[in-house]
């Protein structure tokens, strides 16, 4: 009887790794199985073996019911779920009229409580909004198939859209399951001192990494993600882990980590979904485990939450889990949350505001927000199918950088890793290009304030930023002028500054003096020999003692 059930078991395997069924129903019944059938081979027992077998049976029992009971879960909702992102949208939402003060903080005199009010009265810390400048990292199972996008499972199995349907047909044999991909996402040439000093090059102040999409698979060994997380499967190492020691010993930036709060298939979430939300097994036994395992293992700066739109903050528990954050974490003093949260929280609470994917609203805002933007306009995760005309050049990347900077926002700029653990070269190119530029115009971004104006009024593609002097508009704070395209004729018309009898007007990357004069209204400015300039793209002028 026993071979026969270990029969059942290995044919299901792969389905309840599919499912990532009732995990803590099946861990248990595994090792129920397991510890008596060993205990029975190594005894001599009469009557009592007939019992022992008995307890047997129902652990295999338990487990091929709990993986039928998935399955059926599975079918149910299937056509209640989306094919992308509801964050993937070009409609700007309105931003919740909230700023907060930008300190460092170096003690805590109150404790925050667990709602909205007492959470967004706390202070961003500081090194976020001096930093502008991080690199996101989309990185996970999706890499192996690498077609259409991170949302693969769900666009195949989900939405069944034809062209990922038709993409496994062709490509891979009748009856192969996204977690087949699992044992594929094998990370062999992944060299996390490498990716450091790639990111680093970069000019970023902060990386974020996935340690978990939507899929589930966690990319450390998560007590609560049985059976489908790095070290079980696939890579079999704490991809979490390797990189954050990278990271911190190799480089100065600050590691952070986003998290999925939902999972396509999960059972338990959609067992909660199928109750209204009135019951809360997912998050109490998967979600909040992770999240509170990952910063006390990980001790991470940014937790980049998302995954949340389904339901509300109060399904997930959102506030108490932050007020966590904010009063008793390891973190508690540098700890930065975005505001997927839940339903209702985006835009409105959060120490930075996303509102969107790709959200540059290109005016000043009243809260710190960041622009989260990938370099493959198509997908955050790498894709094999994509051409070159999908890639943002890096002009385009430093016009999205001045535009979101000079609006008081940060940009995290995101890469997608092959499965074998290397980040492609046309993102790596990019990437350098951007710290190659940083290294000569960075005092304009890093640290930097908005001014008084964000963008010329009749001279296009100028946006300004303050320099770091300090945080009122004094007028020995430096102004600097971001000019993306190189005039025509030599010369650009600044129409917004007005200048003062002791203005200095310098060009960064240009070790000459700069020619220029007063008009009405502004100043006028003579551009050197483009061969003399240290860079490329998006010249920065230097416009010191100005009136305003």
Not at 80 to 94: C, F, G, M, Q, W
Not at 221 to 248: C, H
Not at 319 to 339: C, G, H, M, R
């Amino acid at each position: 009887m026993f071979q026969q059930l270990c029969v059942a078991l290995e044919q299901n395997k792969q389905k309840a790794r599919f499912l990532n069924c009732d995990i803590s129903c099946y861990l248990f019944c595994s090792k129920v199985l397991t510890f008596w059938w060993g205990f029975i081979r190594s005894q001599e027992l009469g009557v009592q073996k007939m019992w022992c077998l008995e307890y047997c049976f129902l652990a295999a029992l338990c487990i091929i019911t709990s993986i039928q009971h998935g399955s059926s879960q599975q079918k149910i909702y299937h056509e209640d779920l989306i094919e992308k992102s509801p964050y993937a949208t070009v409609k700007s939402p309105t931003m919740s009229p909230k700023n907060k003060p930008l300190v460092a903080i170096q003690g805590q005199e109150n404790r925050y409580t667990p709602d909205w009010d007492s959470l967004d009265s706390r202070p961003l810390p500081s090194w976020y909004d001096d930093a502008k400048f991080g690199i996101f990292i989309h990185w996970g199972v999706f890499s192996v198939p690498s077609f259409g996008s991170e949302w693969f499972w769900i666009n195949w199995k989900g939405s069944k859209n034809p062209k990922y349907v038709d993409f496994m047909k062709r490509n891979y044999p009748p009856g192969f399951t996204y977690p087949d991909f699992g044992p594929m996402f094998t990370a062999e040439f992944f060299e996390p001192q490498q990716w450091a000093e790639i990111l680093k090059s970069s000019g970023a102040k902060y990386v974020v990494l996935t340690s978990k999409h939507h899929e589930g698979y966690t990319l450390w060994p998560s007590k609560y993600s049985f059976n489908w997380n790095a070290m079980d499967v696939g890579p079999k190492r704490d991809l979490v882990g390797d990189l954050a020691n990278a990271i911190r010993k190799h480089t100065d930036l600050k590691f952070g980590l986003y998290h999925s709060l939902y999972e396509w298939f999960h059972p338990l979430y959609l067992q909660d979904k199928e109750n209204d939300w009135g019951t809360q097994d997912f998050v109490k036994s998967k979600t909040m485990p992770e999240l509170y395992e990952i910063v006390n293992k990980y001790k991470p700066s940014v937790i980049w939450s998302d995954g949340d739109w389904e339901t509300n903050d109060k399904y997930w528990n959102s506030t108490d889990f932050i007020a966590w954050l904010y009063n008793d974490s390891p973190v508690k003093q540098e700890i930065v949350v975005n505001d997927r949260w839940g339903r209702g929280a985006t835009c409105k609470h959060g120490d930075f505001y996303t509102c969107t994917d790709h959200f540059n609203p290109g005016t000043l805002q009243l809260h710190k927000w960041e622009n989260c933007l990938t370099i493959d306009r198509q997908s955050w995760g790498f894709r094999r199918n994509a051409v070159l005309s999908d890639y943002n050049s890096t002009p385009d990347l430093l016009k999205e950088m001045a535009t979101t900077v000079s609006c008081g926002g940060n940009m995290l700029l995101n890469v997608g890793p092959t499965h074998y653990g290397q980040i492609p070269p046309i993102y790596e190119e990019r990437l350098r290009q951007i710290g190659q530029w940083l290294n000569i115009n960075g005092e304009a971004i890093y640290g930097s304030r908005p001014w008084i104006y964000q963008n010329d009024t009749r001279t296009p593609d100028i946006w300004y930023t303050k320099g770091k002097g300090s945080k009122e508009l004094l007028l020995s704070d430096p102004v600097y002028a971001i000019v993306l395209q190189w005039p025509e004729t030599g010369v650009i018309e600044l129409t917004v500054p007005t200048a003062s009898a002791s203005t200095q007007v310098s060009f960064l990357g240009y070790p000459g003096e700069i020619k220029w004069g007063v008009t009405s209204p502004g100043i006028q400015v003579r551009f050197p020999s483009k061969s003399k300039v240290s860079n490329d793209w998006a010249w920065v002028l230097r416009l010191d003692n100005l009136v305003y």
